[in-house]
């Protein structure tokens, strides 16, 4: 082992260790990844900077802003109609399932599960069907047909583009779809079938108009006209009139102990968890205030202007490990947080202390003429409020011919994905499809970062010899078997990594390793690329594994073991068909 190998080691075993306990964000661990390349002259300057240039990042970007333009010309506004249109939660899923289909393979998956999920909560509930036999399902799909095209998913750009720096031709538009098709179509039966048995039926936070909200954690302040003044909390029976359990007493600064034998005084504030109708019920009868630390007034209830709706903290949010203190000031700022779910905990701190994790869902008083402004924001998803219905608009077609030719006009090899994709990204923004100004914001800059960032990693255990060594003392092991042995545990590797780490982070891993292989065999390296691609861009076994998983983890009421359960026998599944498959569209 040479000193630069052990370098360029070094530094991915450090950025796998931080990917998988995520003390940092993504992006900030590739551009520590980039820096300590750099520094150490493990790359030069300009292969450091390569990623930033790459056709993948640029790719990547435009397609975030095509899919802001699909969303907001509202050319996919039909389809939550089509969804209620089921009737059967069966029906229901084949016409989703057929919808994902169509679209999935063409918009980046993470846009799409944003899309879909209210429009999914409010279909289900149109139906009677519980929400959370449609979420998993919604994830795992988008997943499914994302790979079914190179720009279905930011990871199959990203492998292609490593593989282009290491010397393979690439890939071509459609080149995964015969096994995605193969794929996706046995995954479904799947999710039909077992799948749909093995989810669970549970109730997630749902519309407030239509149906019962979750249990929320608020502060109620005792006012001077409360009747529960002069009694305690065990002696005014909340929970037996009201179904809401008081969890703790704040006098001033301090936690008073045993809060339910305490006599309520004047200005206690009442930590309490309900559904928001039972807490509303008791604010209004016992003479309580939603605590004035979010600045709401009595009144804000019954103005008509006023809609009270649910956000969930959306994956890679810029106010994640905010407070609810440091939130309101500086986000939306008429918008008043009345409460705070979070999946599977009973929070017992005051709420403006409490710092937010991806998952969480806010109930919010919000003036209705914010709520497009909100709807926009990527920072959070809204759940609890409809896709408000567009005026007919040619931009609507506008912008699915645009989107058609994009794919088009690269698939028959006119001109490269990244060069259309950048036109068609600016034909929308010049066509009013999405404002100048939205450009930014659609943009996931995370993911640009972090593919920026370690595509420079790539490079250097390639060149360094790095990727060829962790080759002989690990897939060298079982190189006697034959390819389809080495294929076999390949893609094991990539999917046990991309369960537990992100899986960009664990392609720009692999994909080096997998060319080294290759050359290793003296075979075609194209076998190997597809599985670290497939492998990587379907993760189903854990909540973590996939953004769009851990978008639908809170939404849906789901347990860290309801991915387990459906989502490791779908794993072996494309596993299986992967092992298979691979050698029959790509010859070793």
């Given at each position: 082992?040479?000193?630069e190998?052990?370098l360029v080691?070094s530094?991915?075993l450090?950025a796998?260790?931080l990917?998988?306990t995520?003390?940092?964000?993504?992006d900030t661990v590739?551009?520590?990844?980039?820096?300590?390349?750099a520094?150490?002259g493990?790359?030069?300057?300009s292969?450091?900077?390569?990623?930033?240039?790459n056709?993948a990042?640029?790719?990547?970007?435009?397609m975030?802003?095509?899919?802001?333009?699909?969303?907001n010309s509202g050319?996919l506004?039909g389809i939550?109609?089509l969804?209620?249109g089921?009737?059967?939660?069966f029906q229901f899923l084949?016409?989703?399932?057929g919808?994902?289909?169509l679209?999935?393979p063409?918009?980046?998956n993470?846009?799409?599960?944003a899309?879909?999920?209210?429009i999914v909560?409010?279909?289900?509930?149109?139906?009677g069907?519980?929400?959370?036999?449609?979420?998993?399902p919604?994830s795992?799909v988008s997943?499914?047909a994302?790979?079914c095209?190179?720009?279905?998913?930011?990871?199959n750009?990203?492998?292609?583009g490593m593989?282009?720096?290491?010397?393979?031709?690439?890939?071509?538009m459609?080149?995964f779809?015969s096994?995605?098709?193969i794929?996706?179509?046995?995954g479904?039966?799947y999710?039909?079938?077992?799948?749909?048995?093995l989810?669970?039926?549970?109730?997630?936070?749902?519309?407030?108009?239509h149906?019962?909200l979750?249990k929320y954690?608020?502060?109620?302040?005792v006012?001077p006209?409360?009747?529960?003044?002069?009694?305690?909390?065990?002696?005014a029976?909340?929970?037996?009139?009201?179904?809401?359990?008081v969890l703790?007493?704040?006098r001033?600064?301090e936690?008073?102990?045993?809060p339910?034998?305490q006599t309520?005084?004047?200005?206690?504030?009442?930590?309490?968890r309900?559904?928001w109708?039972q807490?509303?019920?008791?604010?209004?009868?016992?003479?309580?205030?939603?605590?004035?630390e979010?600045?709401?007034?009595?009144?804000?209830f019954?103005e008509?202007?006023?809609?009270?709706?649910e956000?969930m903290?959306?994956p890679?949010?810029?106010?994640?490990g905010?407070?609810?203190?440091?939130?309101?000031?500086?986000w939306?700022?008429?918008t008043?947080?009345?409460?705070?779910?979070r999946?599977g905990?009973?929070?017992?701190?005051?709420?403006?202390?409490?710092?937010l994790r991806?998952?969480?869902?806010?109930?919010?008083?919000i003036p209705?003429?914010?709520m497009p402004?909100?709807r926009?924001?990527?920072?959070v998803?809204?759940?609890?409020?409809?896709?408000?219905?567009r005026?007919?608009?040619?931009?609507a077609p506008?912008?699915?011919?645009?989107?058609a030719?994009?794919?088009?006009v690269?698939a028959?090899g006119w001109a490269?994905?990244?060069v259309?994709?950048l036109?068609?990204a600016?034909?929308m923004t010049?066509?009013?499809c999405?404002?100048?100004?939205d450009?930014?914001?659609?943009i996931?800059?995370?993911i640009i970062?972090l593919m920026a960032?370690?595509?420079?990693?790539?490079v250097?255990?390639?060149?360094?010899g790095?990727?060829?060594?962790l080759?002989?003392?690990?897939?060298?092991?079982v190189?006697?078997?034959?390819?389809?042995?080495?294929?076999?545990?390949l893609?094991?590797?990539?999917?046990?990594l991309?369960?537990?780490?992100s899986?960009a982070?664990?392609?720009?891993l692999?994909?080096?390793?997998g060319v080294?292989?290759?050359n290793l065999m003296n075979?075609?390296?194209?076998?190997?690329?597809?599985?670290?691609?497939?492998?990587?861009?379907t993760?189903?076994a854990?909540?973590v594994?996939?953004q769009?998983n851990?978008?639908?983890?809170?939404?849906?009421g789901?347990r860290f073991?309801d991915?387990v359960k459906?989502?490791l026998?779908?794993?072996?599944?494309?596993?299986?068909?992967?092992?298979?498959?691979i050698?029959?569209?790509w010859?070793?």
């Amino acid at each position: 082992m040479t000193l630069e190998i052990a370098l360029v080691l070094s530094i991915a075993l450090v950025a796998v260790a931080l990917f998988a306990t995520e003390k940092l964000p993504m992006d900030t661990v590739a551009l520590l990844v980039l820096a300590a390349l750099a520094i150490t002259g493990l790359v030069d300057t300009s292969q450091a900077l390569s990623g930033f240039s790459n056709p993948a990042t640029i790719t990547v970007a435009s397609m975030f802003v095509l899919a802001a333009g699909l969303q907001n010309s509202g050319a996919l506004s039909g389809i939550g109609n089509l969804l209620s249109g089921a009737r059967s939660p069966f029906q229901f899923l084949l016409i989703l399932f057929g919808v994902l289909a169509l679209i999935a393979p063409f918009v980046n998956n993470t846009a799409v599960v944003a899309v879909f999920m209210p429009i999914v909560i409010a279909a289900t509930a149109s139906i009677g069907m519980s929400a959370s036999k449609a979420l998993i399902p919604l994830s795992y799909v988008s997943q499914m047909a994302g790979v079914c095209t190179l720009v279905g998913t930011s990871t199959n750009l990203l492998v292609n583009g490593m593989a282009r720096d290491l010397g393979h031709p690439g890939f071509s538009m459609f080149e995964f779809t015969s096994l995605g098709v193969i794929c996706m179509t046995a995954g479904c039966f799947y999710l039909l079938t077992l799948g749909r048995w093995l989810l669970p039926e549970t109730r997630g936070p749902e519309l407030v108009e239509h149906y019962e909200l979750g249990k929320y954690i608020t502060e109620l302040r005792v006012m001077p006209e409360s009747s529960l003044i002069g009694t305690s909390v065990g002696e005014a029976k909340l929970s037996e009139e009201y179904g809401v359990y008081v969890l703790e007493l704040l006098r001033g600064s301090e936690k008073v102990w045993s809060p339910k034998s305490q006599t309520l005084e004047e200005g206690d504030i009442l930590l309490a968890r309900g559904d928001w109708s039972q807490l509303d019920e008791l604010r209004k009868g016992a003479g309580l205030e939603v605590n004035a630390e979010f600045k709401l007034k009595q009144r804000a209830f019954e103005e008509v202007e006023m809609v009270l709706a649910e956000v969930m903290i959306a994956p890679r949010s810029r106010v994640i490990g905010s407070t609810l203190g440091m939130l309101d000031p500086g986000w939306h700022h008429n918008t008043t947080s009345l409460g705070i779910h979070r999946r599977g905990q009973i929070l017992r701190d005051e709420l403006r202390h409490v710092r937010l994790r991806v998952g969480d869902i806010l109930l919010v008083l919000i003036p209705e003429s914010e709520m497009p402004a909100l709807r926009s924001d990527k920072n959070v998803i809204v759940l609890s409020e409809r896709q408000p219905a567009r005026a007919s608009s040619w931009r609507a077609p506008f912008a699915l011919i645009t989107m058609a030719l994009v794919i088009g006009v690269s698939a028959i090899g006119w001109a490269p994905i990244a060069v259309t994709a950048l036109t068609g990204a600016v034909a929308m923004t010049l066509a009013g499809c999405l404002d100048a100004e939205d450009v930014y914001d659609a943009i996931d800059w995370r993911i640009i970062i972090l593919m920026a960032g370690l595509l420079p990693l790539g490079v250097a255990m390639s060149e360094t010899g790095a990727a060829r060594f962790l080759v002989e003392n690990t897939l060298g092991m079982v190189s006697s078997l034959g390819p389809l042995v080495v294929l076999a545990v390949l893609y094991l590797m990539a999917l046990l990594l991309t369960e537990f780490m992100s899986n960009a982070a664990a392609a720009v891993l692999l994909t080096p390793i997998g060319v080294s292989t290759a050359n290793l065999m003296n075979v075609d390296a194209t076998p190997f690329l597809i599985a670290v691609t497939f492998a990587a861009s379907t993760s189903f076994a854990t909540p973590v594994g996939y953004q769009t998983n851990t978008m639908v983890y809170g939404a849906g009421g789901y347990r860290f073991s309801d991915f387990v359960k459906v989502g490791l026998p779908l794993n072996l599944i494309f596993w299986a068909l992967g092992v298979i498959f691979i050698p029959v569209f790509w010859p070793f």
